[in-house]
């Protein structure tokens, strides 16, 4: 019956309706009458009563109708507003009965309009609320139960929001203010932390969603530790004024932001130097569909420069970038060109009529192969890529007069402990050497720690394994890195590359280092799962440890072993470190071309060896071929001795 009745026509539900309030305020006029009555007995009914009962009952229909009462919705009327306009429409009723009764002299008592008006408030107003109720209750069983964690203003915007969907149904504030604890809010009881363990192991809560408003990163990581452990999908809701102004989308939900897994405040930014270098001017990145050149374009285009040439060696990545550019471009009403070319960083001639051509005035040098273990088994072509790319790109800019050229390198090139930071090291040795030979062009390094969320990175890579069903394989349970975001990075290297002069080193970042299987635990729990160990052999998700590939660390060398001089802005600071002469660095990198020309892994390793202290290996030379090689050479000798007379031939008689 209820359900015949909530899906019957609002068109003719509205007539029910009229008629049924018809009935129920002259029901309360006729209470109103017998309540003021000393005694038991028939009503005393004249013509003046009679008149002014029809017209209350009549007018009063009409102001219903002009305030919305038959507009709206029975099972969705809640909220103060739909309270107000209800009480004014039955006190609106019982003024209009106590001026009737006036001015057609019907006699009528004072108490009668105020009986009335209880009377009403209780017939009319009673079964919407009910029908309210009844109606709330059918969907919230159907709808997930849900914990909004934080009472204050954002948690019962957020209340409000999701009482009014149709997929998850609140039943408890959480928060921490004692003040609150123990309060009903909006309906829903106030408890605190402690008491959450409890309640999620008696009731099916699936979610919890912070409502934390403003609070810090600080503040949300001491909350989302409390939480850890807790068998339950626990998401950020943004801030609704940052929904309101557009900075941010509300679905119904959102993951957590990679700053909140590394647990601290996003990296502040100076604005106006981000764009001392950017605005207005033609800008090039080389590397730019790789996941740290496509985020610095990304970054770059919102500074809004005159000219962004994508310089590319993948046709795939080069398209990728280009449309998100356009895109964004298009969205956001901006003017900047955008000028997609495929080309090899080690043609310099090509760079440098590129340079030319477009009028290049800053140079983002990001195109360099990064991953360790793919450059240890692929050494030749990281050593091509890596310095030579580096070399030609800055001697491209050079020969163009470029203002500007920044090289992307990386914390491990302080002590470099395998290929990949070798060739970084002695890409900044070769920007440090060319700064000495001319003065035209300003070069700069900018080192920065190991990025989050790039394509090969462990934020994705565990995702991807957690929503598999896992495990997650970390290297090592002793492993830590010092993590950045690709956005932080992308901002930090151009501010650093705005300061200083030519042939400066600085490093750039948050540097408190993480470890990784601590991050992994993290995720595993905020997406909602448990970890399966000893301790919980019934988990969801095992980690397993799958051992340090060559060339790897358990940590990264400490920042701060080399003497840094601070600058102005809190990230960002100078390495001090001696300047090699550009003679010296012209005989090792002709001797490393020479032995990558000729396929010679064991002299480039000494080569780099030599080149600058810090690179100590323990591991025999990884590279592929090399080792093809090495076998084949091997087992052909094996066979021609094997092949060769043991002894002497007897003579012929």
């Not at 001697?395 to 990949?420: H, T, W, Y």
Request: charged share 20%; glycine share 8%; net charge negative.
């Amino acid at each position: 019956m209820i359900n015949l009745l909530y899906k019957f026509p609002s068109v003719q539900k509205r007539p029910l309706v009229v008629l049924g309030d018809l009935f129920l305020l002259s029901l309360a006029l006729i209470g109103a009458f017998f309540l003021q009555m000393d005694q038991p007995g028939p009503l005393p009914i004249n013509s003046q009563i009679a008149n002014t009962l029809l017209l209350t009952v009549g007018i009063s229909i009409l102001l219903f109708e002009r305030l919305g009462f038959y507009r709206s919705v029975i099972r969705h009327l809640h909220g103060q507003k739909a309270v107000a306009i209800f009480l004014l429409g039955i006190s609106l009723a019982a003024v209009l009965l106590a001026v009737l009764g006036a001015v057609l002299q019907a006699g009528l008592a004072p108490s009668i309009p105020v009986l009335f008006w209880c009377l009403a408030l209780l017939l009319v107003g009673g079964p919407r609320v009910l029908t309210q109720m009844v109606w709330q209750q059918r969907v919230n069983r159907r709808k997930e139960k849900v914990i909004i964690y934080g009472a204050g203003d954002a948690g019962r915007q957020l209340n409000t929001t999701l009482s009014q969907g149709d997929r998850y149904h609140p039943v408890m504030f959480v928060d921490d203010d004692l003040n609150k604890q123990g309060q009903i809010i909006q309906g829903l009881p106030v408890c605190p932390p402690q008491q959450l363990r409890e309640y999620i192991e008696q009731q099916p809560v699936k979610h919890i969603f912070l409502a934390l408003g403003d609070a810090s990163r600080a503040q949300h990581r001491s909350v989302e530790g409390s939480l850890e452990g807790l068998s339950v999908n626990i998401q950020t809701i943004p801030d609704f004024d940052d929904i309101m102004t557009g900075r941010t989308r509300f679905t119904e939900g959102q993951d957590f932001e990679l700053e909140d897994l590394l647990g601290r405040d996003v990296i502040e930014t100076d604005v106006t130097l981000l764009e001392q270098s950017i605005r207005g001017k033609a800008v090039m990145v080389t590397g730019a569909g790789g996941s740290m050149g496509a985020e610095l374009c990304r970054q770059i285009v919102r500074l809004q420069p005159k000219i962004l040439v994508l310089f590319e060696l993948s046709e795939f990545g080069l398209y990728q970038i280009a449309q998100q550019l356009e895109n964004s471009i298009t969205l956001h009403g901006l003017k900047t060109e955008i000028k997609p070319i495929l080309g090899n960083v080690q043609q310099t001639h090509r760079l440098q009529v590129i340079m030319q051509s477009f009028g290049i005035q800053s140079v983002y040098h990001a195109a360099a192969h990064k991953h360790v273990p793919m450059i240890e088994r692929n050494m030749i072509e990281g050593v091509r890529n890596n310095v030579f790319g580096s070399w030609h790109a800055a001697e491209a800019a050079m020969r163009a007069k470029v203002d500007c050229f920044v090289l992307l390198s990386s914390d491990q090139a302080m002590r470099p402990g395998n290929i990949m930071a070798m060739t970084k090291r002695i890409s900044e040795l070769v920007l440090k050497g060319l700064s000495t030979a001319q003065s035209d062009t300003r070069f700069c390094v900018v080192r920065f720690g190991s990025v989050l969320d790039t394509f090969n990175a462990v934020v994705p890579q565990f995702k991807q394994q957690i929503q598999a069903g896992g495990p997650v394989k970390v290297t090592h349970p002793e492993v830590c890195r010092s993590l950045v975001t690709a956005a932080e990075a992308a901002r930090l290297v151009i501010q650093a590359g705005a300061l200083g002069h030519s042939g400066e080193v600085f490093t750039v970042g948050e540097h408190e280092p993480v470890k990784i299987v601590e991050l992994a635990r993290r995720m595993v729990t905020l997406m909602g799962l448990t970890v399966r160990n000893e301790d919980n052999p019934s988990g969801d998700i095992e980690i397993v440890y799958s051992g340090l590939p060559p060339g790897e660390k358990l940590y990264d060398d400490p920042v701060y072993c080399k003497p840094l001089q601070a600058t102005d802005y809190p990230y960002i600071h100078q390495v001090k470190e001696d300047i090699m002469t550009w003679s010296w660095l012209k005989n090792v990198l002709a001797t490393l071309e020479t032995a990558c020309h000729d396929f010679d892994c064991e002299t480039v390793r000494e080569v780099l060896l030599s080149a600058t202290k810090g690179f100590d290996p323990h591991h025999p030379i990884e590279d592929v071929v090399w080792q093809h090689t090495q076998q084949t050479a091997s087992a052909s000798a094996a066979v021609v001795s094997k092949s060769s007379p043991s002894t002497q031939a007897e003579p012929v008689v």
